[in-house]
Structures are given as structure tokens and as C-alpha cells.
């Protein structure tokens, strides 16, 4: 099968013309700068999931404070999580100052360049792996992603549903076989800039395109129907009161999250989860859990996170209680000028608003 999707495509051709528009027309990003692979592992960490305008100013911010391996192993994760924070997936953040770490105390610093030792690295999976290891070291090593099998499902006529994982394996191997063994980071960023700017997950401008006399789907005039890909689950929408609660000494409680789960390590306002309580029984619940009375106000505004997997519904109330000290419980109280100095989730920051 692999063999013949491969058949009578002209690989030299298609390498040569997608390599030297990439050279005449490739983006400027701050990455590109050099092939540092402290630098492209930063990246391409920020990157997923995230688009290019919104990474750019965080890279520079990160770099910034966290210019080589050193620094952020030795950074405190609350300061790690507070430079990522409004840029999402915070899991990432974790899972990179701990991979670096481990650069530094078994490799002195040193980035590997071996598949088998960069990809041991916590949080580096096949396509991170395979981004550094083309983009840094000039390996030619397949970085597929969404943007990488959209391009090639439409260039080879691929129609097997890319969220499948069998199909995934079936683009590592056609990357690999297409790849310039020549200059594969060119090639592998290429493909990045061509998925971006031309061949687009709707409208792609086709006529613009370096390789469109290659491009299988484009022939037959299927391009927009590809790739194909089956609807993930619907999410489930979880509704919370968020309560911005304020002492006597003008202080607001804050909290932190769990050092395992869903935004891990970082604060939040207090929680009450709807679902469970219900509006009337909200004060009980809170007393019952933190050991504190409060007396909660109307309700002053909603605000919705999207999650990948869930939807957070946020009623806002203010509350009151004359709780002066951390005691035994979670709850921190700080004063509100002091909060900028905590990482909080974008949907909490949002929440500042009502102070």
C-alpha cells in the first residue's frame, strides 16, 4: 500500500520546488533566527495548539527569562507557570522545565540529537522529536502534526480519517520517504509555512501553491475535501460559581490547584461546582469545606472557558467574610496589587476583572 500511494510521484522534483519557495518566502519568526535547539524545542513546545501571533511575544518573554537550559532548570515552577501564563495547556510548561532538567543533569546541558535519547525526554513525543531533531541537528526525521497530514492527505489523495492513529503512522512513513535528505530542516519547516499560509484548512489558494503540479487532490478538484477527519466528542459543559471573596483588611481569597490534573499548580478564585451544591446551598458548601462563613452577594457576571475536552461555565458572585488569617485551610488571602505575582488560568484572570 505504502509503495503504491508513492508510485510515479516525482519525490526530486517536489523536494527541489517546495525547498526553494520555502527559501524565497519562508516567515519571519524569532526561532529562525539560528538552529539553536534550545530555541526550536521552545517553539515548537509553544507552538502546539497555539497559533504563531499569539506564541511570538511569549517566546521573546521566555527566552528572555529563561535564555538557555540553566535557567530554567533552576527556575521555581510557580515562576515557569506564571511566563506561560495566558498561553494555555500549562502541562507544557511542566513537562519542559522537567525534560530540561534532565538535560542538564544527564546529558551537562547538552540537547541530545539521538531519536532514542531526545525522545525519552519528558512531554517529547514523535513530533516534537522529530522537529528538533530536522529543524536543529538537519536529521531527516518526520514532524507530523495536523498541518503536516492536511498537506500531504491533499498532495497524495490520502481519504483515510487522519484522526485515526493508523493514519498518522501512514504520514510518518510517506514524510520520511519524501523528506530532503538534503536539507530537512528547510523541507520540514516548508511544509509548516506551506499549511499555514497556503494550503489552508479552508479556501486553500491553490493557484499560489509551489507544488500544486504535484498535488494529486488539486488535480482531481478535491482539495477542500481533504483532509477527512471524524468529528471528536461533543464537550461537556461544566458549570462552577467562582466567588471573589474579599476580608475585612481588603484582601481577596485565592487558592491553588492540585499538583496533578487540570491546570496544575496554578491559582484560582474559589470554586463551587453547581452540579454538586446548587445555588441555595452554596454557603453551607463552602463552610462545610474550607472552615470559613462568608456571606455571598447577587450575581455579578458569567464568564465560559473552552477547554479540548470540556467547557467551564462560570456564574461570578462577590462574597464577604471577616476570615483574616490562612489557618488550617487552602485559601490564601492576598492583597489585590499582590495578585499579579500568582500564574492564574486565562479563564481566572478574567475573574480579576470583578475586583
Not at 495536523?146 to 503512522?169: C, H, P, W, Y
Request: with cysteine; net charge negative.
Amino acid at each position: 500500500m505504502f509503495n503504491d500511494t508513492l508510485q510515479d510521484f516525482d519525490i526530486s522534483g517536489f523536494q527541489d520546488d517546495l525547498v526553494s519557495w520555502y527559501k524565497q518566502n519562508k516567515r519571519d519568526l524569532p526561532w529562525r533566527e539560528n538552529q539553536d535547539p534550545y530555541r526550536v524545542w521552545v517553539s515548537e513546545i509553544m507552538l502546539q495548539q497555539t497559533k504563531v501571533d499569539t506564541v511570538i511575544p511569549y517566546f521573546y518573554h521566555f527566552l528572555e527569562k529563561f535564555p538557555t537550559v540553566y535557567e530554567l532548570a533552576a527556575a521555581d515552577e510557580q515562576e515557569v507557570l506564571k511566563a506561560w501564563e495566558g498561553l494555555g495547556y500549562y502541562s507544557r510548561a511542566r513537562n519542559l522545565q522537567h525534560a530540561v532538567r534532565e538535560v542538564v543533569e544527564q546529558y551537562d546541558g547538552e540537547i541530545p540529537s539521538t531519536p532514542e535519547q531526545l525522545g525519552s525526554l519528558k512531554g517529547v513525543g514523535p513530533y516534537t522529536k522529530g522537529a528538533i531533531l530536522s529543524i536543529a541537528f538537519d536529521q531527516p526525521e518526520p514532524a507530523v502534526d495536523g498541518n503536516v497530514m492536511r498537506v500531504f492527505s491533499r498532495v497524495l489523495k490520502i481519504e483515510d480519517d487522519i484522526a485515526q492513529a493508523r493514519t498518522k503512522k501512514q504520514f510518518e512513513h510517506y514524510t520520511r520517504e519524501l523528506i530532503s535528505k538534503e536539507d530537512p530542516s528547510s523541507f520540514n519547516q516548508a511544509i509548516m509555512d506551506l499549511g499555514a499560509t497556503i494550503c489552508t484548512p479552508k479556501a486553500p489558494t491553490c493557484m499560489l501553491c509551489p507544488v500544486n503540479e504535484y498535488c494529486r487532490a488539486f488535480d482531481a478538484g478535491i482539495e477542500e475535501q481533504l483532509p477527512v477527519k471524524s468529528k471528536a466528542k461533543k464537550q461537556k459543559i461544566v458549570p462552577y460559581a467562582a466567588l471573589v471573596i474579599m476580608n475585612e483588611a481588603g484582601q481577596v481569597a485565592i487558592e491553588q490547584r492540585s499538583e496533578q490534573g487540570l491546570l496544575a499548580s496554578l491559582w484560582q478564585f474559589p470554586m463551587i461546582p453547581l452540579v454538586e451544591v446548587g445555588q441555595d446551598h452554596m454557603e453551607n458548601w463552602f463552610r462545610s469545606q474550607y472552615g470559613i462563613n462568608i456571606t455571598i452577594g447577587s450575581k455579578e457576571g458569567n464568564v465560559k472557558h473552552t477547554f479540548s475536552h470540556l467547557k467551564w461555565n462560570l456564574d461570578i458572585y462577590k462574597a464577604k467574610t471577616e476570615h483574616l488569617t490562612d489557618g488550617n485551610n487552602t485559601l490564601t488571602f492576598v492583597n489585590k496589587e499582590d495578585l499579579d505575582k500568582y500564574p492564574f488560568p486565562v479563564s481566572h484572570q478574567k475573574i480579576k476583572n470583578y475586583l
